[in-house]
């Protein structure tokens, strides 16, 4: 796998040993990036991160911030890995259950500008009601959640609106958005304030980790 764009176009990027994660592949990669737009500046949530092959490829174009959210030990290790050989900065990694770790950053009141979810293929109906829940408390008023599933899967988040969703080889990409002036009710959206934070394997650059 390779970075595609931005500072560290060309540079290749390690993937988790074993079958446990699956990175998304290069052309789903840039068909996504190409769906979703200069990310310059943007703070982004990746969920299900796996490889972190989405969150780099954000970084690497431009984007202030990511948040890496993966529950296989391994595979933060690997995403530690390439943002040391990528020389990227503003980064957390924390291993955790993706919807755990989503409800604390949605309890905490934080905003991203980018959110991605990619989840094993064949899962998003079973997650679909939890993420619709938190993913509107945590998404900026003019932020995009991109969602990458089997071909097969129609994934729906309300009250998220879809924007676009196309077919990339065995992979679909689909990109939502709070609807117009929708940020009042994202607001008011019966989140748990008591759901644990979440804790960081890797600390964001010059914040010292209490893990």
């Not at 990027?13 to 990669?29: Q, W």
């Not at 117009?180 to 994202?186: C, F, I, L």
Request: net charge neutral; charged share 25%.
């Amino acid at each position: 796998m390779r970075i595609i764009a931005g500072s560290n176009k060309g540079a290749r990027i390690f993937a988790p040993k074993g079958h446990d994660t699956r990175p998304t592949a290069d052309r789903a990669r840039e068909a996504a990036f190409n769906l979703i737009g200069p990310v310059d500046g943007a703070a982004v949530l990746d969920l299900f991160a796996g490889s972190g092959a989405m969150g780099l490829e954000a970084l690497s174009r431009g984007a202030a911030s990511a948040v890496f959210i993966e529950n296989d030990r391994e595979a933060c290790r690997t995403i530690d890995r390439n943002l040391d050989k990528l020389h990227l900065t503003g980064a957390r990694v924390i291993q955790q259950d993706a919807l755990r770790a989503l409800a604390a950053e949605a309890a905490a009141a934080r905003r991203y500008d980018l959110v991605l979810v990619d989840p094993p293929y064949g899962m998003f109906t079973s997650l679909q009601n939890r993420l619709s829940t938190y993913l509107p408390a945590v998404l900026a008023q003019d932020g995009l959640v991109v969602v990458e599933t089997g071909a097969r899967e129609e994934p729906e988040l309300p009250p998220l609106t879809q924007r676009t969703s196309r077919r990339y080889g065995s992979a679909r990409i689909s990109l939502f958005q709070l609807a117009p002036g929708d940020r009042t009710g994202a607001d008011s959206l019966n989140v748990d304030k008591t759901a644990a934070p979440a804790k960081p394997v890797r600390p964001p650059d010059g914040i010292a980790s209490d893990a």
